[in-house]
C-alpha cells in the first residue's frame, strides 16, 4: 500500500452562537444573516444549524496550518463584521452560560424537521456548539487509501480525548456550573451513533455497517450517512478523516493549535505504517473512559495511560504527545502551533477560564451579573486576533 506523506490538507467548521447585546443571551436570527448577502454566505459556506442562534461556517482546503489560521481570522471576521452591522455580537463556546434550549427557534426545513420527528426531545435539547477539524490525505479513487483511512482512526481514538480535554468550553448549562469542563459531550452523547466510534477491519466492513443502517431505515430519508455522527469518521462527502470530538476553541490560537495537533496525529501514525509500525490499537471502552475524564475534568485531571495501566496527571501525557509527534511537525510546518499546547496548561481552556470569570464576579452569589461577565469575555476572547 503506497502511504501519503505530508503536507495533509486541513480544514475546519466552526458554529458560533449569536448573541444579543444587552441581554447577552442567544438570539434567533441565522435565517437572516443568509437572506442579506447571499454572495456573502457562499464565501463563508454559511449554512443554518438547527437552531436559528447558531451559524456555522466553513474554511476552504488548506494546504498547512498557516492557511487555516488564515481561514478560522478570515471565516471570524466576516461573521464577526455581519453580525455588528445587525446590532449582534458572536461568541465561540460549546455551551452558553445560562440560555435554554425550550426557548429557542428551530430552523425550518424538511432536513431539520425529519431530525425533529426522528429525535424529539433529544433534538430539542441541541443547544450546543462544535468545531470540526478535516485531514485529507488520499482519493475517493484509491480503495487502499480507504482502508488506510480506517486503520488511522482506529488507532487515533486513543488521542481524541486528549484533544477533547484541551478544547473544553462548556462548563454552564442553563445558568449552572455543571462541575464539568465539557458538557456538550454529555448532550450530544444522547444522540444515536455519537461518541467514540468501534473499530472496523477495513473500509468494506464500514461500508457494510453503514450499508446495514441505512437498509433498516436507521438514518431516515435525507441525507443518511451524515447521521453517523462519530468523535471521528470518514466524512461521508469529503475525502477526509473529520475529528468531531473537539469543543469549540474560544480562541483563534486554541482553535488552530487543536487542528495543528490532529493533522500531525495522523501524519505520525501514517509515517508509523510507512515504516510497517502502527500504534498500539485500544479496545473502545479504553478511549470512552478518557473520554469521559476529559469531559469531567479537562486538563486539570488525569487520564489512564493503558499501557502502563496507571493513571496519569494530563499535563504529562501531554507532554508524551508532543515527544510523539516531535518528528512530523517541523515537516508539517507547524511545530509553534503545536507547542501552544503549553500556553494553554499554564493558562486554562475556554471552561477553566469562563469558571474563572464566574467566580471572579461574585458566582453563585451573584450569578446573573456573573454569567453576563462570562458571555461578554467570551466575545472578546473569540475576537481575539482577529482584526491585528
Given at each position: 500500500m503506497a502511504v501519503p506523506t505530508p503536507p495533509l490538507t486541513l480544514g475546519i467548521e466552526e458554529?458560533?452562537?449569536?448573541?444579543?447585546?444587552?441581554?447577552?443571551?442567544?438570539?434567533?436570527?441565522?435565517?437572516?444573516?443568509?437572506?442579506?448577502?447571499?454572495?456573502?454566505?457562499?464565501?463563508?459556506?454559511?449554512?443554518?444549524?438547527?437552531?436559528?442562534?447558531?451559524?456555522?461556517?466553513?474554511?476552504?482546503?488548506?494546504?498547512?496550518?498557516?492557511?487555516?489560521?488564515?481561514?478560522?481570522?478570515?471565516?471570524?471576521?466576516?461573521?464577526?463584521?455581519m453580525a455588528e452591522r445587525n446590532g449582534l455580537y458572536i461568541a465561540a463556546a460549546s455551551t452558553h452560560p445560562f440560555a435554554r434550549w425550550d426557548e429557542q427557534s428551530i430552523t425550518e426545513g424538511a432536513r431539520y424537521r425529519e431530525l425533529l420527528d426522528d429525535m424529539r426531545g433529544v433534538a430539542r435539547r441541541l443547544l450546543i456548539f462544535g468545531m470540526h477539524v478535516h485531514v485529507g490525505f488520499g482519493h475517493k479513487e484509491d480503495p487502499e487509501l480507504k482502508d488506510l483511512m480506517i486503520e488511522i482512526m482506529n488507532q487515533a481514538r486513543y488521542f481524541a480525548p486528549h484533544l477533547l480535554a484541551l478544547s473544553t468550553s462548556s462548563p454552564f448549562w442553563h445558568g449552572k456550573n455543571t462541575g464539568l469542563k465539557s458538557y456538550r459531550s454529555i448532550i450530544f452523547e444522547m444522540m444515536p451513533r455519537t461518541g467514540i466510534p468501534h473499530s472496523f477491519s477495513s473500509w468494506n466492513e464500514y461500508k457494510a455497517y453503514?450499508?446495514?443502517?441505512?437498509?433498516?431505515?436507521?438514518?431516515?430519508?435525507?441525507?443518511p450517512v451524515a447521521k453517523i455522527w462519530w468523535d471521528i469518521r470518514p466524512h461521508p462527502t469529503f475525502d477526509t478523516l473529520e475529528f468531531r470530538i473537539s469543543d469549540i476553541c474560544t480562541r483563534v490560537d486554541e482553535a488552530v493549535c487543536i487542528a495543528a495537533l490532529f493533522q500531525a496525529i495522523v501524519a505520525k501514525l501514517l509515517k508509523l505504517r510507512r515504516n510497517n509500525l502502527s500504534w498500539r490499537p485500544y479496545r473502545h471502552m479504553h478511549a470512552t473512559e478518557n473520554k469521559w475524564r476529559a469531559a469531567r475534568y479537562g486538563i486539570s485531571g488525569e487520564m489512564v495511560d493503558w499501557g502502563k495501566v496507571e493513571a496519569v496527571p494530563f499535563h504529562f501525557l501531554m507532554e508524551e504527545l508532543l515527544e510523539i509527534v516531535d518528528d512530523v511537525v517541523d515537516e508539517l510546518g507547524s511545530r509553534k502551533e503545536v507547542e501552544y499546547v503549553r500556553t494553554i496548561l499554564r493558562d486554562g481552556t475556554s471552561a477553566d477560564r469562563q469558571l474563572r470569570v464566574y467566580e471572579q464576579h461574585g458566582g453563585d452569589e451573584n450569578r446573573e451579573d456573573a454569567l453576563k461577565a462570562v458571555v461578554d469575555n467570551l466575545i472578546a476572547e473569540t475576537k481575539e486576533d482577529v482584526y491585528d
Open positions: 458554529e458560533y452562537q449569536i448573541i444579543e447585546p444587552e441581554s447577552r443571551n442567544l438570539h434567533s436570527y441565522i435565517s437572516e444573516f443568509l437572506s442579506q448577502d447571499e454572495k456573502q454566505a457562499a464565501r463563508l459556506n454559511l449554512k443554518p444549524e438547527f437552531m436559528q442562534s447558531q451559524v456555522e461556517v466553513g474554511s476552504h482546503v488548506c494546504r498547512n496550518i498557516r492557511e487555516l489560521r488564515q481561514e478560522v481570522v478570515r471565516l471570524r471576521r466576516a461573521v464577526f463584521d453503514e450499508q446495514t443502517l441505512m437498509k433498516v431505515g436507521a438514518f431516515g430519508k435525507r441525507d
